[in-house]
């Protein structure tokens, strides 16, 4: 099968890591790609780097005729060249134009729209007839997003697919612990080691954590607290003052970008994901997971739906330190539990948010909607 992926992402963001994830699997299984991507952004590195076919081009983002005019032939061309079957876009920007292109190529490709966005669709006709007329399936990154979606719209239930986001699970797996890395921030053989990974970001609750760490260490003085972040966010200043008038600078790090990410998180007992927004995808808990860590996360996004509370980690409330903090100290008190939860996590991610699975679960999708076109 051959298709077209348009990732027109400005940053590599889980929307991103999801569609591109899709596009790798597509090419190892023997699937034609080529991708539509925004110029020098980390999409196209990657492409670039895996040896992927490109187009580059705003074209979708920025709305200059001209630049319309040229990518829609040039979009044509393609389709009716490459002989291309699917279109799948991640994105809303530009889709009426690639909408438009599909329907008016000889080819006709079936058009298929990924849905993994915070933003609520817009609940309006020009919408509903772009879902309804010009889209031949949907697959959304969630149930969260599914229902928000076909409420929206008045969709029936059965017209989107859920197809969550996969983890690489040759590169996240559990490795013995680099002990080194243990020393590097003080923590003993027996204190606990948790940590938040992700962008500096409101959304993603950081202060929620750096408060309901100081709750922990009156109970538990030797735990450590890890947040991989880089360094020159406009918003690292403000966690890093907080941390400071909390007195936890020698408890509480920061760790910048770091190279051997995988080892770090091997070296943490436990995955923190304290978002009080977002989360669409929450490609991060999946990781976790993967590299056997439970997770404690909140009710946002998909979160609740792939962690399960109890089983895999603790679900708690969002904005609420001492949830995090009650969650933090059972599994801390309770270590074979903690244990049980990660092996049980690592399974989950193997049977269920693996990338084969993922991509085969999406050729499905492509097969039936090339079966049941809109025109």
């Not at 400005?10 to 890591?17: G, I, P, Q, R």
């Not at 922990?216 to 941390?243: M, S, T, Y």
């Not at 948010?353 to 999406?362: I, M, R, V």
Request: proline share 4%; net charge positive.
């Amino acid at each position: 099968m051959n298709t077209i992926q348009i990732i027109n992402a400005k940053w590599w963001n889980a929307e991103a890591a999801y569609a591109y994830a899709l596009a790798r699997g597509l090419v190892k299984s023997g699937h034609g790609v080529t991708l539509i991507v925004l110029p020098d952004k980390a999409v196209a590195e990657k492409a670039k780097r895996d040896d992927i076919p490109t187009i580059e081009t705003w074209a979708l983002n920025r709305f200059n005729p001209l630049e319309v005019v040229s990518f829609f032939f040039t979009l044509l061309k393609i389709i009716n060249k490459k002989e291309i079957d699917v279109i799948n876009c991640h994105r809303s920007d530009g889709y009426p134009i690639v909408a438009l292109a599909a329907r008016l190529s000889g080819r006709k490709p079936a058009l298929v729209r990924t849905r993994g966005d915070q933003r609520q669709v817009r609940k309006d006709l020009f919408n509903r007839f772009i879902y309804t007329r010009l889209t031949d399936a949907i697959i959304t990154s969630g149930e969260v997003v599914k229902r928000g979606l076909v409420s929206r719209l008045g969709l029936n239930g059965s017209a989107a697919k859920v197809i969550y986001s996969a983890v690489d699970t040759g590169k996240f797996s559990p490795r013995p612990v680099d002990d080194s890395i243990r020393k590097e921030f003080g923590v003993s053989e027996e204190a606990p080691l948790i940590a938040i990974l992700g962008r500096v970001s409101e959304v993603k609750g950081h202060r929620y954590l750096i408060d309901a760490a100081k709750s922990v260490l009156n109970d538990f003085p030797g735990a450590r607290f890890l947040a991989i972040v880089k360094e020159e966010d406009p918003n690292f200043p403000i966690l890093e003052k907080q941390v400071s008038e909390l007195g936890m600078g020698d408890k509480f790090f920061f760790t910048g970008f770091r190279e051997d990410l995988v080892d770090l998180m091997a070296a943490c007992d436990i995955g923190v994901v304290s978002s009080i927004g977002s989360e669409t995808n929450c490609r991060v808990a999946l990781e976790w997971m993967a590299m056997g860590k439970p997770v404690i996360g909140t009710t946002i996004g998909v979160i609740p739906e792939v962690v399960v509370d109890g089983e895999t980690g603790l679900i708690v409330p969002p904005k609420d330190h001492l949830a995090i903090a009650s969650a933090l100290l059972k599994l801390i008190k309770d270590r074979n539990l903690a244990i049980e939860m990660g092996k049980r996590g690592k399974k989950l991610v193997e049977d269920r948010y693996n990338e084969p699975l993922f991509t085969s679960d999406t050729l499905k999708v492509y097969t039936e909607a090339l079966s049941k076109k809109n025109y």
